[in-house]
């Protein structure tokens, strides 16, 4: 190589060289808010945003395993929630308008997300099954008319078989609402009308 092309390359490396580093400075001083910088886009001076309400930081969530989770120690729950739809409310309705709306409202919720596996009477006729899916068990077994509630409230969660959960996609609240219409579903299909009706919830 002679002199000529030795300084040719030399500066290519040095362009080269300073490229980089004006690409990494640009990244690095770019435009943007630091915790507690001040700030003079928001009215109160800084960039810190007031934490919204009911935020929960992570590990810091005391959970009511009942509501939250579908388990009394330790074991699946056999009655619905002590305190729905919070810890400051009372228990979960066992009959009248209230129970009613929970019910019509389970019902929206499991037509959604598990009558198109489970069919809207909850036999695993669903219109998926139809074609081919996996057919779930029917709700309407023995095994599972007397399972307790927590049972299908922890499958709705984390999922079994080839069901996958849905924890992350339906609120706990929901979640019991649908179990209450799975159990309404089981009532209507062993028990005359007149004493499903005068029965409540259990």
């Given at each position: ?13 040095c ?10 400075e ?13 700030s ?12 919204p ?6 590990g ?5 395993s009942?509501?939250n989770?579908?388990?009394v ?9 002590d ?5 400051s409310?009372?228990?979960?309705p ?5 129970l ?31 074609r081919g ?14 399972a307790p ?7 709705i ?35 005359p ?10």
């Amino acid at each position: 190589m002679n002199a000529r092309s030795l300084i040719v390359a030399i500066l290519a490396g040095c362009v080269a060289l300073t490229a980089g580093g004006c690409w990494k400075e640009d990244m690095g001083s770019q435009p943007k808010a630091k915790p507690m910088q001040e700030s003079v886009f928001f009215a109160n001076g800084t960039t810190a945003r007031p934490i919204p309400e009911g935020t929960v930081a992570r590990g810091e969530l005391n959970l009511d395993s009942h509501l939250n989770l579908g388990f009394v120690d330790g074991k699946p729950a056999e009655t619905f929630p002590d305190h729905y739809p919070t810890e400051s409310d009372g228990p979960f309705p066992t009959r009248g308008p209230a129970l009613r709306e929970i019910l019509l409202h389970g019902r929206e919720q499991f037509t959604i997300y598990c009558s198109m596996c489970h069919g809207d009477a909850g036999d695993g006729r669903g219109i998926v099954v139809q074609r081919g899916f996996a057919i779930p068990p029917s709700y309407h077994l023995d095994r599972l008319r007397t399972a307790p509630v927590g049972h299908f409230f922890d499958v709705i969660t984390n999922g079994i078989g080839a069901m996958y959960g849905f924890g992350d996609r339906i609120a706990p609240t929901d979640r019991w609402a649908i179990v209450a219409y799975i159990r309404t579903l089981q009532m209507t299909q062993a028990t005359p009308v007149a004493e499903a009706q005068a029965g409540g919830m259990r």
